[in-house]
């Protein structure tokens, strides 16, 4: 197996003015080239933060990263701008661009690298037919369902040449009903399967991630292995979450019985 990503001891933190706010507190994992890996967890557990750091669109504040043979934190901007190419994004918001159409859209993302007119429209179909979606080529995001565009979304992060050798993303089949969300994971599986494309998908559905080859569970901050450590975890965090939230109600309410 040949280690594609290997995370040693990564930390993330931000600052809230002189507050630190750790999004990632010293995780350690591999992906080998090939696999299909999903990242589940709740909201705020760190989850796209740690998918920025593996697309060199972050650097981690603390431990270190490997990617392509090099480390994030020690990329240059050329550098960066070499291994994303070879990236097919996938984000949350999908960042369709509303007045073009689902072609223009795709072609757009390869006007970027500089491919013919031509190329780009031969390239923008074959990926639209791969998704099932020859028949809307002209049609508007609002034109689209929720999972149609999500798969307009998956075609662009296709549209490559070469083809991306890595997928990043972000809740696939976040807000889409569950046929739409059979048929985004068809497509995914296949992907991984027939063109042995990695791939790593973030999501809090624990149904769509055990359709990974495996899982890594993230909870605030920390990553496990085991479903049994995750299920501890995310019981104490939720708790935790609770009672912080449970303690500034009371002290609203304290607040405004005073006024």
């Known amino acids: 197996m040949v280690v594609i990503v290997r995370a040693e001891d990564v930390k993330k933190i931000y600052m809230q003015g002189k507050i630190e706010v750790p999004a990632l507190r010293g995780i350690s994992f591999t992906i080998n080239e090939g696999e299909f890996v999903s990242i589940l967890g709740p909201s705020g557990s760190g989850k796209s933060t740690l998918l920025n750091i593996l697309g060199a669109l972050d650097s981690p504040t603390e431990g270190k990263i490997l990617l392509d043979g090099s480390y994030v ?6 550098k960066r701008v070499i291994h994303r190419q070879k990236v097919g994004f996938v984000f949350q918001s999908l960042n369709l661009i509303p007045h073009l159409t689902a072609i223009e859209n795709i072609e757009l993302s390869m006007n970027i690298q500089g491919i013919s007119r031509s190329e780009r429209y031969k390239k923008a179909i074959q990926c639209l037919r791969f998704v099932g979606l020859s028949r ?3 049609h508007k995001p609002n034109e689209l369902s929720g999972g149609q565009r999500q798969r307009v979304a998956i075609a662009r992060a296709l549209a490559r040449i070469p083809r991306p050798s890595f997928l990043l993303m972000d809740e696939p089949t976040g807000n889409v009903d569950i046929k739409s969300r059979d048929i985004i994971m068809d497509l ?10 990695t791939i790593v998908i973030i999501t809090h559905d ?11 569970y993230l909870v605030d901050g920390l990553i496990f292995e085991s479903e049994e450590e995750y299920v501890k975890k995310i019981q104490t965090w939720a ?7 449970f303690s500034s109600d009371k002290k609203e309410k304290f607040y405004d019985q005073d006024d």
């Open 136 to 138: 809307w080529i002209r």
């Open 239 to 245: 708790n935790n979450e609770y009672r912080s939230q």
């Open 206 to 216: 624990i149904e769509v991630a055990k359709l990974a080859d495996r899982t890594l």
């Open 188 to 197: 995914i599986c296949k992907l991984n399967k027939e063109y042995g494309i």
């Open 73 to 78: 934190s020690e990329m240059k901007e050329k």
